[in-house]
C-alpha cells in the first residue's frame, strides 16, 4: 500500500495547487508559480480568463448535456467556425486527444473501405511521435516505453525515423492508407518538421491515393502563432486531430477532415457519449473567439520572438545547463546539455513550472495571454536556475 486510492501512474510533484490567475498557479500554502507548462499545452489561455468563465458558467445554468442523438447548436456552430478557418468540411467532436487520433485513423481506414480497398488499413507513423495512451494511438506512437506489456501491438501501424520522408516512401505498401504526423512534435523534444518535408509527405499521399493526417494536439490553436502550425508550411491535411488548447482546460478534442475524406464516416460508424457536449461546445466557441481576435495571434509571434530572444541569450550565458533552444511561436524546448530532470526541478525551485520532453528537452509552454513582463520574469527564473546550477557544479569540481 502506497498510502493513495490512486493509480500509481503519474510521479508527481509535491506540490497542490488551489487556484489560478492568467499566467500564474497558486498553491493551497498561498505560494506563486509561474505556470509554462499550461497543463502541458491545455491553459492556452491561462488560468480563469474571463471570457472563458462566462461561457462556462452561462452554458452550466442552461443545460450540461444532452446526447449527439439531438441536435447540439454550440456543436454546429463551433464546427462550423474550425470548417471556416481550416482546409475542413467536416469535423467530429471528441473528449481527449488520444479519441480525436482514433477517429483520424478510424476516418482514413474507412475511406479506403468504401472506395473498395479494405485492405487498405495501415498508418506510416514516425519516430518520436506521440499521439496518446489507447492501445492503437500507443501503436501509432510506436514507443516501446508505453506499449511494454499492454499485450500484442495493435496492428497496423509502421514507423519510419523522425523528419525521413526518404524510409517513409519506402514503407509505402498496397495496404498503407495514410500517413500521420505531428507537425511540431512535442512530447518527441519540441522537433519542428521542415516545410519541405510537409511537402513532399502531401505529394507522396496524392501519388499513392494515401490520407494525410496531422495530429496538432499540442502544436495547434495558436500556440505557434498561426491558427494551426501546419499553417506556417502552406501544405494541408487531409484529416487533422486536435485537443488540449481548443478547450482552454476544458476537456475536448477534434477530428477535422474534408468532405473527401470522410466519405466513409457515415450515420452509425462512429459514436460517442460525451464528446461535443455543449459545456465543451460553449467553452470552445469562447476560445475561439478570443484566438481568433483581430491582431491576437499576430502578438503571439511578437511575444514568440521576445522570449526565443531571451532565451537564446541565457543558453549562451550558460552552454553547461543550456545546449540549444528549439521550437517555434510559443512552444519552445530548452535542450539541456545536463539531465532535463535537473534543469526542470531548478526551474521549479525558481518557482517556473515547466515541462520535460523527449530527446533531453524542457518544454516551455505558456499562455498564448502571456505578457511581457511575465515572459521578463520568466526568462529571469531560467537564469537563476541555469546559474544555481552552473555554481552547484563549481563547488561540487572545489571539493
Ligand atoms: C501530439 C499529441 N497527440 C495526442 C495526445 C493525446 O492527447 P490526450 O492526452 O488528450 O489523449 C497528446 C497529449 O499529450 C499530444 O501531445
Not at 445554468?61 to 470548417?83: C, D, F, M, T
Not at 475524406?261 to 461535443?276: E, K, L, R, W
Not at 511561436?329 to 526551474?347: E, H, Q, T, W
Amino acid at each position: 500500500m502506497s498510502g493513495s486510492a490512486l493509480f500509481e501512474t503519474f510521479s508527481r510533484a509535491p506540490l497542490a495547487f488551489d487556484h489560478g490567475e492568467g499566467s500564474w498557479l497558486v498553491t493551497d500554502k498561498g505560494e506563486r508559480y509561474l505556470d509554462f507548462a499550461g497543463g502541458i499545452a491545455v491553459n492556452s489561455l491561462g488560468h480563469g480568463h474571463p471570457h472563458l468563465v462566462a461561457a462556462l458558467t452561462e452554458q452550466a445554468a442552461k443545460l450540461w448535456h444532452v446526447s449527439n442523438l439531438y441536435e447540439i447548436p454550440g456543436q454546429s456552430r463551433l464546427g462550423e467556425r474550425l470548417a471556416d478557418a481550416t482546409f475542413a468540411d467536416k469535423v467530429f467532436f471528441t473528449n481527449s486527444g488520444a479519441e480525436a487520433l482514433e477517429c483520424a485513423i478510424k476516418t482514413a481506414r474507412r475511406y479506403h473501405f468504401v472506395k473498395g480497398h479494405p485492405e487498405r488499413f495501415r498508418t506510416i507513423t514516425f519516430e518520436g511521435a506521440f499521439h496518446g495512451r489507447t492501445l492503437a494511438t500507443i501503436a501509432a506512437g510506436g514507443q516501446y516505453k508505453y506499449l511494454e506489456g499492454f499485450g500484442p501491438k495493435v496492428e497496423g501501424f509502421d514507423q519510419v525515423g523522425f523528419d525521413d520522408i526518404d524510409a517513409a516512401e519506402k514503407a509505402i505498401t498496397p495496404e498503407t492508407a495514410a500517413i500521420l504526423i505531428e507537425p511540431v512534435q512535442g512530447e518527441g523534444g519540441i522537433r519542428p518538421v521542415p516545410a519541405q518535408s510537409l511537402k513532399r509527405l502531401r505529394q507522396l499521399c496524392d501519388q499513392h491515393d494515401l490520407l494525410l493526417i496531422y495530429d496538432e494536439v499540442q502544436c495547434g490553436i495558436g500556440r505557434t502563432g498561426k491558427l494551426f502550425a501546419h499553417e506556417w508550411s502552406g501544405v494541408t491535411p487531409d484529416i487533422m486531430a486536435i485537443a488540449k488548447g481548443i478547450g482552454g482546460g476544458f476537456p475536448m478534442g477534434a477530428c477535422l477532415a474534408t468532405d473527401e475524406a470522410a466519405v466513409g464516416m457515415t450515420a452509425g460508424v462512429h459514436g460517442t457519449t460525451f464528446g461535443g457536449n455543449p459545456l465543451a461546445m460553449a467553452v470552445g466557441n469562447a476560445v475561439l473567439d478570443v484566438v481568433l481576435e483581430e491582431g491576437f495571434l499576430e502578438d503571439v509571434q511578437r511575444k514568440a520572438l521576445l522570449i526565443k530572444q531571451g532565451l537564446a541569450a541565457v543558453a549562451d550565458e550558460f552552454p553547461e545547463v543550456i545546449e540549444d533552444i528549439r521550437g517555434t511561436g510559443l512552444m519552445l524546448g530548452l535542450k539541456c546539455a545536463m539531465p532535463n530532470a535537473k534543469v526542470n526541478m531548478a526551474l521549479r525551485d525558481q518557482h517556473l513550472l515547466a515541462v520535460p520532453a523527449g530527446d533531453n528537452v524542457i518544454r516551455l509552454l505558456p499562455p498564448l495571454t502571456v505578457t511581457d513582463a511575465e515572459i521578463h520574469d520568466a526568462l529571469d527564473r531560467i537564469r537563476a536556475g541555469a546559474k544555481g546550477l552552473v555554481e552547484a557544479i563549481a563547488s561540487a569540481a572545489a571539493k
